[in-house]
């Protein structure tokens, strides 16, 4: 099972991105799919997440600004009004079953998003 995460990069404040995370691998039932972040010096906290029979959920800092979305195996969230604090590298995260496995977490490598002041 994998996960590819794609989308960071340098932008404005106020800018706006888009991140993607593409899940793969045989027999691959996803129950959730989340986005984390981490912030040099900091732990890493959890942004938003969709799936697992609810609405989608966002952490108080970006709701609003980010909306996150979900078509079978790939997961978007898009981020407007980007600020300096949204500086983190950014994970996506999954709980799902495959061919060999039930109900695991699963963790993509993250992708770097800066935002200039």
């Known amino acids: 099972v994998q996960l590819q995460a794609s989308g960071g990069g340098l932008v404005q404040t106020g800018g706006s991105l888009t991140l993607s995370c593409r899940a793969s691998?045989?027999?691959?039932?996803?129950?959730?799919m989340e986005w984390y972040r981490k912030i040099p010096g900091y732990h890493r906290e959890f942004v938003a997440g969709?799936?697992?029979?609810?609405s989608p959920r966002y952490a108080e800092s970006v709701k609003g600004r980010f909306t996150i979305s979900k078509n079978n195996a790939e997961m978007q969230m898009h981020m407007n009004n980007l600020k300096p604090e949204d500086t983190a590298v950014y994970y996506c995260?999954?709980?799902?079953?495959?061919?060999?496995?039930?109900?695991?977490?699963?963790w993509g490598q993250g992708t770097l998003v800066t935002v200039s002041s």
């Open positions: 995260h999954m709980f799902a079953s495959s061919s060999t496995t039930r109900g695991e977490p699963y």
């Open positions: 691998g045989s027999g691959l039932i996803i129950d959730i």
């Open positions: 969709i799936g697992g029979g609810a």
